[in-house]
T-cell receptor, first 113, second 113 residues
Framework: AQSVTQLGSHVSVSEGALVLLRCNYS??????LFWYVQYPNQGLQLLLK??????LVKGINGFEAEFKKSETSFHLTKPSAHMSDAAEYFC???????????FGTGTSLTVIP | EAGVTQSPTHLIKTRGQQATLRCSPI?????VYWYQQALGLGLQFLLW???????NRGNFPPRFSGRQFPNYSSELNVNALELEDSALYLC????????????FGPGTRLTVL
């Protein structure tokens, strides 16, 4: 079975600093990988998606993620944090059977002014 | 284009009662997914419907059930409510079954007293 591990349930960064949210997956074959963002009292919004094309995936709001097969990682980054980036971020994986999405437990990002 | 909609926004029930939650997918999407987001537990996969059939279910007791209608809308039923069923219930839809991107609704907040 697939699994997703998000290291750090809470991450704090200063406004303008680099954002790095970590995600590692377990899979015997390259999966489809996703990052979603959830603002308070809202549903999840897709940030970006990896589907075995380019290993560096660019998403919305200046976020990007790099698929590293050797490290089974799909970390999310943004060069300069903005106050509006404060939210909960979820990494998810889907295998080729597509029977199920597996979500990480989420990372809460706080941006300090 | 309208997104995924869910109703009601909030639902308050007492232990032992039944709850019915509803979801309308994005037009043209045939797959509907249900997730439970309880405080501190991340997203837990509940059910997946595609073309009117239940395709997969997560590790939840049988009192969690649902169905998908011919217009692809879906409802989630929770019988014999327990206090720990209090959570945000999220519905998502996708154009293709399985590995395709899931688009989420705003959720239904269920409170069991």
């Amino acid at each position: 079975a697939q699994s997703v591990t998000q290291l750090g349930s809470h991450v704090s960064v200063s406004e303008g600093a680099l954002v790095l949210l970590r995600c590692n997956y377990s899979s015997s074959v390259p999966p489809y990988l996703f990052w979603y963002v959830q603002y308070p009292n809202q549903g999840l919004q897709l940030l970006l998606k990896y589907t075995s094309a380019a290993t560096l995936v660019k998403g919305i709001n200046g976020f990007e993620a790099e698929f590293k097969k050797s490290e089974t990682s799909f970390h999310l980054t943004k060069p300069s944090a903005h106050m509006s980036d404060a939210a909960e971020y979820f990494c998810a994986v889907s295998d080729f059977t597509g029977n199920q999405f597996y979500f990480g437990t989420g990372t809460s990002l706080t941006v300090i002014p | 284009e309208a997104g995924v909609t869910q109703s009601p926004t909030h639902l308050i029930k007492t232990r032992g009662q039944q709850a019915t939650l509803r979801c309308s997918p994005i037009s043209g999407h045939t797959s509907v997914y249900w997730y439970q987001q309880a405080l501190g537990l991340g997203l837990q996969f509940l059910l997946w419907y595609d073309e009117g059939e239940e395709r997969n279910r997560g590790n939840f007791p049988p009192r969690f059930s649902g169905r998908q209608f011919p217009n692809y809308s879906s409802e989630l039923n929770v019988n014999a409510l327990e206090l720990e069923d209090s959570a945000l219930y999220l519905c998502a839809s996708s154009l293709l079954a399985g590995t395709d991107t899931q688009y989420f609704g705003p959720g239904t907040r269920l409170t069991v007293l």
